[in-house]
């Protein structure tokens, strides 16, 4: 064992999820001693999730790819850097001259948003790719929350978060942020900020189809049935109108037609939408009384709100009643983040369906599509069909809907390549993967979620250990390739780029800090403050946070207005009998990170968590018990998942979590391949969406469920594996 005197010890923020943990780290050499909470971090305060220490087991990975592969007849191959960077060039530009531009499809993955280097890079490459069909992981996850922020505050990075530090009442609608340390709402121990609101005589309430980690520590849950939502809101905002609460502010005074909101959820009232929702008429009214009576409020909806038929109209509801309960910009509401260094500067506002899918008509994001249309445009034949492809830290065959699909996609592409550290489940596709390093071996800062903190900091993370040598980071990888493909870029570009090549990416960095609203910031004073920096709670910041050139809060009534049509179609609220139906949702665990992670012994042992809840009133409805396997079958597939029988759920509702499914042949993963469980999105459909975001709705997707086999006592592991 190393003596305790050769250690030293190293600060770093953590990069695997939004809570930004600071994370003390005692190494000797390249070898790890501890992994620990850094208790002098301004933010995290000491608090860390059992993730952190697979930054270790990330690090040490035998699995992780070192070095660039490519797939022969013969299996996978090595090659050196320059000639993999060369073949990826030539390959990328060989099938843009045969099929045009457009003919390469671009996928962008979630770690691309907690990595320094890409965020600083990536429209070094985007612009040598010069291909416009691109997709990303937000038309999974967060684009209600972008389009909702662009139109009412001009800017889609432009996004309030709620003042949990000081808020009297927290109303929470799908989201679990125990299990996901919270998102849009950068938090680390929301336990602890949960116990502190209801320490100071606040309460916290939980809206959510189960019975969540969240709601077990909060004062209050209600069930509500999947993807009714929007109905439930509806009837809130009425309520507000209906017992007086609307209350005038500074923020209300910026909108441009505040006085329409009281008619927009016309009909909709905490009688009709009971039924619908599974919620009570009295209890709805409750609910809307004690959150507009609190001190301080905040309606916080994540992810289970947001990826669902109408998540971008639930959002912007949720948005209305914050605003006319008065707690848009209001201390212990939702506020506005004021981040160092602050990305709303420096890129556009956003906007919404400029171009249209070629194949199904869906708008684009900011010059993303919705990652529903991605194998469709791949499998579609015609002008336009996409014919290739570059997978940057994503894995969309296990975390987009009807993954099956995809993957006979990807199967037939001219040329594929993967920028990714595991040959797994979307890169085994690819002819050549580039591998980057890990984590711990670069430096970081948080350009994302420091803009979407609750508490404003700033802290730089210097890499732990050096670039091994023959190895790159993203950034470079990114460099590199843009300097292949990107050979007729401006001098400004190339400029750009050859300083970033030369001094790295804390080089933008530093220019981001020195230009900051906070006084005396730059690399060096960072450097110095290895724990970070505190900058203060959150303070009002309208109207100067408003990027619109009236600095006036844009409510865009009509777009959303028309949704409504959609939403009286999709529901009927006379029924007496609610459709017996059964409805699929997901879950997270804080031991699993979406897709991945899985390879990491201690955090994958014990019990397989992918498993499928079923409340027992249902179980038995269906005759199936604890333990059994179950066949789930939906419009797209099916698949076998030991049954969880729990009351944590709620009748009709079943709950499966992503990011599973390392079952399929030809990856090397061995600690994920021996907790392979399935993969949810071989249930999903791509027809599934929110019409009027492209949003994919991975919540609420109707499932048939046959019990095949009592074998409780069964290995399911095994079983999995044998199902492949
Ligand atoms: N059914 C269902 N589906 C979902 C969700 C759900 O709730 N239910 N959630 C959705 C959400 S919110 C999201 S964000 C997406 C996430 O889905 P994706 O965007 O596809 O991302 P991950 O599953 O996080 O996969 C990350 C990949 O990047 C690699 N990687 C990790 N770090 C790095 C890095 O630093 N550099 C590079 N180059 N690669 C790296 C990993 O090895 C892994 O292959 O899934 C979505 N899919
Ligand atoms: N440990 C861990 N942490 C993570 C991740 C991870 O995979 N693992 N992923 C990260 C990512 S990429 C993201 S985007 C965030 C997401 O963070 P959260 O938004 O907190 O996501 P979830 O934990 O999936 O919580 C969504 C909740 O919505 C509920 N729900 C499902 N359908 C509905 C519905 O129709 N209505 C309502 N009201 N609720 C519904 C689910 O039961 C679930 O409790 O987490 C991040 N943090
Ligand atoms: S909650 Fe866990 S995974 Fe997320 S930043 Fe903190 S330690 Fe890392
Ligand atoms: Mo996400």
């Known amino acids: 064992m190393a003596t305790a ?48 220490t697979a930054l270790q087991d990330l690090y040490e990975d035998p699995d992780r790819l070192r070095a660039p592969m490519e ?18 060039a030539a390959g990328i530009q060989k099938l843009q001259k045969e099929h045009g531009d457009n003919a390469l499809g671009i996928y962008l993955g979630n770690p691309n948003v907690h990595n320094m280097g890409s965020m600083f890079t990536a429209r070094h490459l985007l612009a040598g790719l010069k291909s416009r069909s691109r997709f990303s992981a937000t038309s999974i996850d967060q684009l209600p929350h972008h389009i909702v922020c662009m139109h009412m505050f001009g800017h889609m990075l432009r996004i309030p978060v709620p003042d949990i530090n000081r808020t009297q009442h927290m109303l929470i609608i799908g989201a679990n942020p125990l299990a996901s340390n919270g998102s849009i709402m950068t938090a680390a ?44 809101l509806l009837a809130m905002l009425n309520e507000v109108y209906e017992q007086g609460f609307v209350k005038e502010t500074a923020a209300s005074q910026l909108t441009d037609q505040f006085d329409d909101i009281k008619t927009f959820a ?47 109209l639930s959002q912007y509801v949720i948005m209305l009643i914050n605003l006319v309960t008065g707690r ?64 940057i830290a994503g894995n969309p065959v296990l975390s987009t809907p009807n993954g099956k699909k995809l993957e006979s996609a990807l199967e037939q592409l001219d040329f594929m390549v993967s920028i990714d550290y595991y040959l797994n489940e979307t890169s085994k596709h690819a002819n050549i993967i580039l591998p980057p390093v890990s984590p711990l071996e670069r430096d970081h800062y948080d350009m994302t979620f420091h803009g979407l903190a609750v508490h404003n900091t700033t802290k730089y993370s210097p890499a732990l250990f050096k670039t091994p040598k023959g190895q790159k980071g993203d950034w470079e ?12 870029a401006n001098f400004s570009t190339k400029l750009n780029r050859f300083l970033t090549k030369l001094l790295g990416p804390k080089f933008l960095l530093n220019e981001g800090l020195k230009r900051s609203a906070y006084e005396g910031l730059s690399l060096k004073k960072l450097k110095q403050n290895p724990h970070g920096i505190d900058l203060g709670p959150l303070t009002p910041l309208l109207p100067q946070a408003i990027k619109h050139k009236d600095k006036k809060i844009h409510l865009n009534m009509d777009f959303y207005k028309a949704d409504l049509a959609r939403v009286s179609e999709s529901f009927n609220l ?33 019990k397989s968590r992918c498993t499928l809840m079923i409340h027992p009133e249902l179980a038995e409805q269906q005759s199936i018990k604890n333990g059994d396997i179950v066949k789930v079958t939906s419009k797209v597939g099916s698949l076998e998942i030991e049954a969880e029988v729990t009351d944590e759920l709620m009748p009709g509702v079943v709950s499966i979590p992503h990011g ?24 999903t459909d791509e027809n599934l969406i929110d019409k009027l975001s492209g949003n994919a709705a991975v919540n609420g997707v109707p499932v048939e469920l046959e019990c095949i086999s009592n074998t409780a006592t069964q290995d399911t592991q095994t079983r999995e594996a044998t199902l492949a």
């Open 660 to 683: 599973w499914g390392h079952n399929r042949k030809g990856i090397r993963q061995g600690v994920a391949q021996k907790h392979a469980g399935v993969s949810v999105n071989d249930l």
């Open 477 to 488: 990888i990114t460099l590199e390739l843009a300097k292949r493909l990107d050979k007729n």
């Open 71 to 88: 797939r022969t007849e013969n299996g996978w191959k090595e090659l050196s850097w320059p000639d993999a960077l060369d073949k990826v």
């Open 189 to 232: 121990n929301v336990r602890q900020k949960i116990k502190d609101v209801r320490k100071r005589n606040g309460k916290v309430v939980v809206i959510d189809p189960r019975r969540t980690e969240t709601a077990d520590v909060s004062d209050e849950h209600h069930f509500i049935r999947p993807g009714s939502d929007v109905l439930l």
């Open 328 to 391: 848009i910009d209001a201390e212990g509401g939702m506020m506005f983040p004021n981040p160092a260094v602050d990305v709303v500067n420096g890129s556009g506002p956003g906007y919404l369906g400029k171009r249209r899918t070629r194949v199904r008509n869906l708008p684009d994001f900011n010059g993303d599509f919705p990652v529903v249309a991605m194998s469709e445009e791949m499998l579609t034949p015609g002008e336009g069909q996409i014919k290739g492809f570059i997978n």
């Open 5 to 52: 005197s050769n250690s030293k010890t190293h600060y770093r923020t953590c990069n695997l999820c939004e809570a930004m943990c600071g994370l003390e780290i005692k190494h000797e050499g390249t070898k790890i001693l501890s992994i620990k909470g850094d208790k002098e971090d301004p933010f995290s305060k000491g608090y860390i999730c059992p993730k952190a």
């Open 266 to 312: 016309k009909g909709y009232t905490s009688d009709n939408v009971a039924k619908s929702t599974g919620i009570s008429s009295a209890e709805i009214k409750r609910i809307v009384k004690e959150y507009c009576e609190a001190e301080s409020a905040v309606l916080y909806g994540r992810m289970g709100v947001s990826v669902q038929e109408f998540g971008l």
């Open 574 to 606: 006379e029924a007496t009998q609610l459709s017996d139906e059964v409805l699929l949702i997901g879950r997270r665990h804080v031991r699993s990170n979406n897709s991945w992670l899985h390879n990491s012994q201690r955090l994958v042992k014990g």
